[in-house]
């Protein structure tokens, strides 16, 4: 089988960061990396989880809910990735990211979609844990642009 374009970046050098890992169609999908690969810390799995909820939450509900495909957490836990459309800008994923990391990491009250119903694993979400992820990719992004999210940066 061949090797899959994500296999092909190369994860010693990758930092923390926004980057557009690839392009389908109108499908864009970032790859969001909370933490620098193999560096001996990952997220923790209840806090991505619940953080996986209130980015779903966030995105879906704001202005760009049209272009908003998808958002889930990378099986090696250095990250997410999030898909759009690309009727967003990188300048305006960056600044719903932004967004996104500034609601988390304030966030109080009940997590979205946390019920035997609605979630798989409700009962491993860990909100504290969420909000110190939200705190953290925010100030990484802070200063993020457009022409950072080429993986060669
Ligand atoms: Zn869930």
Redesign the pocket.
């Known amino acids: 089988m061949k090797k899959i374009a994500s296999f092909c970046v190369d994860h010693t050098k990758l930092k923390k960061g926004i980057y557009v890992s690839r392009v389908d169609g109108d499908v864009v999908t970032y790859d969001l990396r909370m933490c620098t690969p193999n560096a001996g810390s990952y997220l923790e799995n209840a806090a991505q989880?619940t953080f996986?909820?209130l980015f779903a939450t966030y995105a879906r509900n704001s202005k760009y809910t049209d272009s908003v495909v998808y958002v889930g957490p990378m099986g090696c836990r250095t990250g997410f990735y999030f898909l759009v459309r690309d009727t967003m800008s990188h300048a305006e994923v960056i600044g719903l990211l932004k967004d996104v990391c500034a609601f988390i990491a304030g966030y109080e009250g009940e997590i979205p979609?946390?019920s035997e119903v609605?979630?798989?694993?409700?009962l491993d979400?860990d909100l504290p844990g969420a909000r110190k992820m939200g705190a953290a990719f925010g100030e990484v992004i802070q200063n993020w642009t457009p022409e950072m999210t080429a993986y060669e940066n």
């Open positions: 989880h996986e909820h979609g946390n609605e979630c798989g694993n409700y979400h």
